[in-house]
């Protein structure tokens, strides 16, 4: 009996071992552990691809590619600028911060592949096309009026619509290329309100339409937040473009909702949605569909999985962020695609080429405020947690400008150095409040500072720390913790930034100094603050 029980012990720890073991080959949600909203998607032979939001920043419209649905990289951007405007372009005191370009839609269409989009900036529709879309060019057309959270979809009879709004759904028809709305067409309403399946009374309506065809029949995907509820996923259904349209609710869990269907090469399916995630943004998740009765069923028994029959993901570094040391050789890029600049960059007042393995950021006016400040190069924070490092030279800081790194949102933290009456300090600034504070300053003796940011996004703790050190090595904390909330007026995930620019200073008759930057470095650890 004992031999029995011991060899049932061990069968039963053995298949323990082997679960946990399938579970470590597999795949976890979130898919991607940062800000990767509004998810549009494709699969093109065994390749998929994925077009996000990324509103006031430039280039943007960006484009990623996997083999799995799981490890994704950056290929690409539909543009380098959306338009040249003053909100895009941080001058005469306006930005765009929170509009820019919204959710895209991404097709595959007879050899072509589109890539739409619509900003309120501009009040435009843009229509992106290109014959290859991990190398491009790209074309672009726009037209107005801005179409919003529209979905392109090409049916099988060769016409093209867009369809669109939030609670009442409209469709227009676009010409065959797509290329503007169809001369003498007229715009139908395909459903009068598309919130009804998750309630009525009040909350978002549903909207971020994305629209597919299986089997004949159309499918209708939207999200819509009811009121005392949770972001919330409805499904319309009908057999002709027209309607009529049958809808329900195809998931309620976790707030995860937004995006649509894709299948694999062998069969099988799959809904791509986000979920708000505070600080780091809004984050994507892959869901399991089983087709029921002609409806897509999403989910495990109405519930979002942790895990997934998909290949494991190998971590976010260096597909959708990257450390940078700024040395190019000949024929690469000048910036890597993880960077974006904040909103629109002045290209005469930076180089990657002026000072060989240094990113070079130079001042060419005042600012008093350094979200209006033009050049901020960034890229995303990931979760669970992330370190970014830099090593900054400040010797050619004028008086008055202020270099270093941030983190970028509504609510920013910098740490950097300040050149003020010909002293030069390393200062943390909050804006943890709403209103930027100068936390703690130390006086500089020397040219080059290392400077670190700390994000800890774990149980949503949303909570950022900053660091300098003299040798690399050795770090001090400086300031104060900061809070990282998601603001719907920057609506964008926190964000790495490598910043400098000039304010007003007495005994400075010009701007025209430059910050020089080593490197930039991101991990997916952080230290214990506490210890440092």
């Given at each position: 009996m004992k031999t029995l029980l011991a060899r049932t012990g061990l069968l039963l720890i053995t298949h323990v071992l082997m679960q946990l073991s399938a579970q470590a080959q597999n795949a976890r949600n979130p898919i991607i552990f940062a800000d990767v909203p509004d998810m549009a998607m494709i699969r093109v032979g065994d390749t998929y691809y994925m077009s996000s939001t990324t509103m006031h920043l430039s280039p943007g419209l960006p484009i990623m590619k996997s083999r799995d649905l799981v490890n994704w990289q950056l290929v690409g951007y539909a543009y380098d600028t959306l338009a040249n405007v003053d909100a895009l372009n941080l001058t005469n005191g306006k930005s765009t911060y929170g509009r820019g370009s919204w959710a895209s839609?991404?097709?595959?269409?007879?050899?072509?592949?589109?890539?739409?989009?619509?900003?309120?900036?501009?009040?435009?529709?843009?229509?992106?096309?290109?014959?290859?879309?991990?190398?491009?060019?790209?074309?672009?057309?726009?037209?107005?009026?801005?179409?919003?959270?529209?979905?392109?979809?090409?049916?099988?009879?060769?016409?093209?619509?867009?369809?669109?709004?939030?609670?009442?759904l409209r469709l227009v028809e676009l010409t065959a290329d797509a290329s503007g709305v169809k001369p003498g067409t007229t715009e139908q309403v395909l459903i009068e309100n598309a919130s009804t399946p998750s309630g009525t009374g009040g909350g978002l309506p549903a909207e971020g339409s994305q629209l597919f065809k299986v089997n004949g029949k159309y499918y209708l995907f939207n999200i819509s937040w009811p009121k005392g509820g949770m972001r919330t996923v409805i499904i319309h259904r009908a057999d002709k473009l027209t309607g009529p349209w049958e809808g329900r609710v195809a998931l309620q869990d976790l707030g995860v909702a937004q995006g649509g269907l894709i299948d694999t090469p062998d069969g099988r399916w799959f809904a791509y949605l986000f979920r708000d995630?505070?600080?780091?943004?809004?984050?994507?998740?892959?869901?399991?569909?089983?087709?029921?009765?002609?409806?897509?069923?999403?989910?495990?028994?109405?519930?979002?999985?942790?895990?997934?029959?998909?290949?494991?993901?190998?971590?976010?570094?260096p597909g959708i962020a990257a450390s940078d040391e700024f040395t190019r050789k000949r024929g690469e890029p000048a910036l890597p695609l993880v960077w974006q600049w904040n909103h629109n960059p002045d290209n005469s007042l930076w180089s990657v080429a002026e000072r060989k393995g240094y990113l070079r950021l130079k001042t060419g006016r005042t600012d008093t405020a350094f979200v209006m400040a033009r050049n901020t190069l960034t890229q995303r924070t990931i979760g669970p947690a992330c370190t970014g490092t830099t090593l900054?030279?400040?010797?050619?800081?004028?008086?008055?400008?202020?270099?270093?790194?941030?983190?970028?949102?509504?609510?920013?933290?910098?740490?950097?150095?300040?050149?003020?009456?010909?002293?030069?300090?390393?200062?943390?600034?909050?804006?943890?409040?709403?209103?930027?504070?100068?936390?703690?300053?130390?006086?500089?003796?020397?040219?080059?500072?290392?400077?670190?940011?700390?994000?800890?996004?774990?149980?949503?703790?949303?909570?950022?720390?900053?660091?300098?050190?003299?040798?690399?090595?050795?770090?001090?904390a400086i300031g104060e913790a900061l809070k990282m909330p998601y603001t719907i007026p920057h609506f964008m995930g926190y964000r790495f930034g490598l910043f400098n620019y000039a304010t007003v200073s007495a005994v400075r008759p010009e701007p025209g100094g430059y910050a020089d930057f080593d490197f930039f470095r991101i991990t997916d650890t952080i230290s214990n603050p506490a210890t440092n």
């Open positions: 839609s991404l097709r595959y269409h007879n050899g072509t592949y589109y890539a739409t989009t619509f900003a309120q900036t501009t009040g435009k529709t843009y229509v992106y096309t290109t014959r290859n879309i991990e190398k491009g060019p790209w074309k672009v057309v726009s037209f107005k009026p801005s179409y919003h959270d529209h979905s392109l979809f090409f049916d099988d009879d060769g016409r093209v619509y867009l369809i669109y709004g939030a609670g009442k995630f505070g600080g780091v943004g809004r984050i994507p998740y892959l869901v399991p569909v089983k087709w029921e009765d002609g409806w897509p069923v999403l989910g495990e028994n109405g519930k979002v999985p942790q895990t997934l029959d998909l290949p494991a993901g190998k971590g976010l570094i900054l030279d400040a010797s050619n800081l004028k008086d008055g400008d202020f270099a270093g790194l941030s983190l970028l949102q509504k609510n920013y933290g910098l740490v950097g150095v300040k050149a003020e009456n010909g002293s030069r300090f390393i200062v943390m600034v909050s804006a943890g409040s709403g209103r930027p504070i100068e936390v703690q300053r130390v006086p500089l003796s020397r040219k080059t500072v290392y400077l670190k940011a700390e994000c800890d996004f774990r149980d949503r703790k949303d909570t950022a720390h900053f660091f300098y050190s003299l040798d690399g090595t050795s770090w001090t």
